[in-house]
């Protein structure tokens, strides 16, 4: 069982930039795929990025291509993602998880992912 815990959200003006981290234990990170999603209040929770095992092939929504990038390093059992030209849209709680199933990375949606974090808040606002 893998266990997810993000952090670095926080409060960041429009434009601005923020890193999340997802640290993760207890499971072969290096062999998941792993995603990020976000929810916003009242919406569903959507896909944003992902990568596969090995961190060389990245996936994003269009939403946040060109602002966001995903990484990941499997020594240090680690999924980060920069978020550079924050727009108050992207206000939402930020979730990692992992897919035993796409170690690809490829095809990711919320109902397919094995394991999660308990999310990180990024409110963007002036």
């Known amino acids: 069982q893998v266990q997810l815990v993000e952090s670095g959200g926080g409060l960041v003006q429009p434009g601005g930039s923020l890193r999340l981290s997802c640290a993760a234990s207890?499971?072969?990170?290096?062999?998941?795929?792993m995603g990020w999603f976000r929810q916003a209040p009242g919406k569903a929770r959507e896909f944003i990025a992902a990568?596969?095992?090995?961190?060389?092939?990245?996936f994003y929504a269009d939403s946040v291509k060109g602002r966001f990038t995903i990484s990941r390093d499997n020594a240090k059992n680690t999924l980060y993602l920069q978020m550079n030209s924050l727009k108050a849209e992207d206000t939402a709680v930020y979730y990692c998880?992992?897919?035993?199933?796409?170690?690809?990375?490829?095809?990711?949606?919320?109902?397919?992912?094995?394991?999660w974090g308990k999310g990180t808040l990024v409110t963007v606002s002036s």
């Open positions: 998880a992992a897919d035993s199933k796409r170690p690809d990375g490829m095809g990711m949606n919320p109902d397919g992912m094995d394991y």
């Open positions: 207890g499971g072969a990170f290096s062999s998941y795929g």
């Open positions: 990568i596969d095992w090995s961190g060389g092939t990245p």
